[in-house]
């Protein structure tokens, strides 16, 4: 049986999209390149409009909708986040009527995005695929239901990501692709893979919600939680389309857990000053879980999208600062006399740290009534400099620790 959607598609799509989304940079990771001996580069769809590399299948497909013989009036679409945007930008473009139903909890920032883009937005169910099943109810006659991966359409225009990297860095020989319902990595492989068969394509998914990863094996689907850092691609239903595509054409798919999605997207903004989403950082993620299967290659890694929210990224920012010991906090006992504080601080502030809180605690401890503890979160120079201060702390006659 012949695919739904073939590489010419993908050309067509690239066409048809040509001029309506960015052609987004491909950046060399010099340094990340050195230590993993590839080289390594980043393809950012984080720069897209709405940043994601959504906005390749909704222009598309809004586009073959508002063109058609009988043309929409509107679009309905299901979606938490970065397929919304993508799906209400090019439906106010083309003068279409967008509505876009979201779960009750998703995040206000992202209904705000959404609404700032012309859509009206409907807040229904408490997961994802409640909120889809509400949306194919308000599709009718004239309203078109968008899917998120599900349509040619959509995987046609996804797939244009591969032909733009293949045009830029024709020495390419690895992909590297975030998997979630699979449109995406289906539309790379199939313009990839036509054009280079040798070429390995590698998909990423969450060890939280691998469904992907069990469709294409022909396993029981697992327990799937979509509480991950990576909740743009925590998705329950593989594509009817998407999958077969994906067990025929891409080459391995990999698991990435949450430490190393949450010190990929550290690294990209520190190292590289790239913001990425959780699961724009997955393909980056695979890198660093496996080095050894990607030396020698010229690697393109997807950063597909940059939509993270603000609270979360400065969390994850700072938790990769106590990591690193950047930031530490120390609890230190203390005899509860005037002047000892002062000692104290003075003592922290001579090895070169930067005291940001302290906490002065005498209620809620077990230390004697004439005792305290001194919670102080410091600023350090690293884990030499934390070693070096508790040492100074010891030596002055305190009982201290890292908490």
């Known amino acids: 049986m012949a695919d739904p959607v073939t590489a010419r598609d993908v050309d067509a799509a690239a066409a048809a999209i040509a001029g309506h989304v960015v052609h987004t940079p491909l950046v060399t990771a010099t340094r990340l390149s050195e230590q993993l001996g590839c080289e390594v580069r980043?393809?950012?769809?984080?720069?897209?409009?709405?940043?994601?590399?959504?906005?390749r299948g909704a222009c598309h497909k809004l586009q073959l909708l508002a063109r058609a013989a009988v043309p929409a009036r509107g679009v309905v679409a299901a979606s938490a986040g970065n397929h919304a945007q993508g799906v209400a930008w090019h439906a106010r473009r083309l003068g279409l009527s967008a509505t876009i139903v979201m779960p009750q909890a998703t995040p206000f920032s992202k209904v705000e995005r959404t609404e700032s883009h012309g859509a009206q937005v409907v807040l229904h169910g408490e997961s994802l695929a409640e909120a889809q099943d509400h949306a194919l109810g308000l599709a009718r006659e004239g309203i078109e239901f968008v899917h998120p991966y599900d349509d040619p359409a959509i995987v046609a225009g996804q797939g244009t990501v591969a032909r733009e990297i293949l045009a830029d860095w024709p020495a390419v020989d690895c992909l590297v692709v975030p998997i979630g319902g699979g449109g995406l990595i289906a539309g790379m492989a199939l313009c990839s893979k036509a054009q280079r068969p040798q070429l390995r394509v590698v998909g990423v998914q969450t060890t939280a919600c691998?469904?992907?990863?069990?469709?294409?094996?022909?396993?029981?689907?697992?327990?799937?939680?979509?509480l991950t850092l990576a909740d743009g691609i925590a998705v329950k239903r593989p594509g009817r389309i998407t999958t077969p595509l994906i067990a025929r054409l891409v080459d391995d798919i990999v698991l990435v857990d949450e430490p190393a999605i949450e010190r990929a997207v550290q690294l990209l903004a520190s190292q590289q000053k790239i913001v990425a989403e959780g699961a724009g950082a997955c393909a980056y993620a695979a890198l660093l879980d496996d080095p050894a299967s990607f030396v020698g290659k010229h690697v393109a890694v997807v950063v597909s999208g940059g939509n993270i929210d603000r609270r979360m990224l400065?969390?994850?920012?700072?938790?990769?600062?106590?990591?690193?010991?950047?930031?530490?906090?120390?609890?230190?006992?203390?005899?509860?006399?005037?002047?000892?504080?002062?000692?104290?601080?003075?003592?922290?502030?001579?090895t070169g740290a930067d005291i940001i809180d302290i906490t002065h605690e005498r209620t809620f401890t077990?230390?004697?009534?004439?005792?305290?503890?001194?919670?102080?979160?410091?600023?350090?120079?690293?884990?030499?400099?934390?070693?070096?201060?508790?040492?100074?702390?010891?030596?002055?006659?305190?009982?201290?620790?890292?908490?």
Do not use: N, W
Not at 45 to 54: A, D, I, N, P, V
Not at 213 to 225: C, E, K, N, T, Y
Not at 391 to 397: C, I, P, W
């Open 314 to 350: 400065s969390t994850v920012l700072l938790r990769g600062l106590a990591h690193d010991g950047k930031i530490a906090r120390l609890r230190i006992e203390i005899e509860d006399v005037p002047g000892v504080l002062a000692r104290v601080t003075r003592l922290i502030g001579d």
């Open 210 to 226: 691998p469904a992907m990863h069990a469709a294409v094996r022909g396993d029981a689907p697992p327990q799937l939680r979509t």
């Open 366 to 403: 077990k230390q004697p009534p004439r005792c305290a503890e001194l919670d102080v979160t410091c600023e350090t120079r690293g884990r030499a400099h934390v070693e070096a201060l508790l040492a100074l702390l010891h030596g002055q006659g305190f009982r201290a620790q890292l908490l």
């Open 42 to 55: 980043f393809k950012l769809e984080s720069l897209q409009m709405t940043g994601s590399f959504k906005d």
